[in-house]
């Protein structure tokens, strides 16, 4: 089974701009979450897709947002670009009504620097 | 408002030696706990869990403690080796995942 694939993995951006980040889950999971981590921040929750609808959220800026499209297949997409937003974002699946403990499936990441 | 925290963020151990990772929360609903392990560029993986009805799993050289009371769990990871050598996050579910800042442990060959 395929694991959770971001792209890209590196991006460069400069202070102003807009990015999108793409996450293709894992096949037949259905959430899907995003998290950023900051040297020192740990990782911190951005937002969560369920079956296209974001269910939960992260204490971010609007400048953030997010979405899920049919396939669960999901995007981030961050605005106006500022310096404090390089970071390694990650994306992260889970399967939702199994007997198992739910667990987090990640991606490598999408490293972001502002310049 | 960071619900679950890691107060130390580094740790170095000898190999062979115990290592033992820390982690505090302050939610008494959390359901479950979990800890991830974390390479350089890569994400983090699932590596052990803990029901808050239990108060120790275990999982190979993986113990998880869990003290309800205290508010605390910690990893114990015995003999250590070179290949531990990541970074640790512990982790909280109530209606989303809470994590830690993380500990970097280093295991001295």
């Known amino acids: 089974k395929a694991g959770v694939t971001q792209t890209p993995r590196y991006l460069i951006k400069t202070r102003g701009q807009q990015v999108t980040l793409s996450c293709s889950p894992i096949?037949?999971?259905?959430?899907v979450s995003w998290y950023q981590q900051t040297p020192g921040q740990g990782l911190q929750f951005l937002f969560e897709?369920?079956?296209?609808?974001?269910?939960n959220k992260g204490n971010f800026p609007g400048r953030f947002s997010g979405r899920q499209f049919s396939n669960s297949r999901s995007e981030m997409n961050v605005s106006t670009l500022e310096l404090g937003d390089s970071a390694l974002y990650l994306c992260?699946?889970?399967?939702?009504?199994?007997?198992?403990?739910?667990?987090?499936?990640f991606g490598s990441g999408t490293q972001l620097s502002v310049l | 408002d960071q619900q679950v925290k890691q107060n130390s963020p580094s740790l170095s151990v000898q190999e062979g030696r115990i290592s033992i990772l820390n982690c505090d929360y302050t939610?008494?609903?959390?359901?479950?706990f979990l800890w991830y392990k974390k390479y350089p560029a890569e994400g983090p993986t699932f590596l052990i869990s803990i029901s808050s009805i239990k108060d120790k799993n275990e999982d190979g050289r993986f113990t998880v403690f869990l003290n309800k009371s205290a508010k605390h769990l910690s990893l114990h990871i015995v003999p250590s080796q070179p290949g531990d050598s990541a970074v640790y996050f512990c982790a909280a579910t109530g209606n989303q995942f809470y994590f830690g800042t993380g500990t970097s442990l280093t295991v001295i060959p």
């Open positions: 992260a699946s889970s399967s939702e009504g199994t007997a198992e403990i739910e667990k987090l499936f």
């Open positions: 096949s037949g999971h259905r959430s």
């Open positions: 897709y369920f079956s296209e609808t974001q269910r």
């Open positions: 939610n008494s609903m959390f359901d479950y």
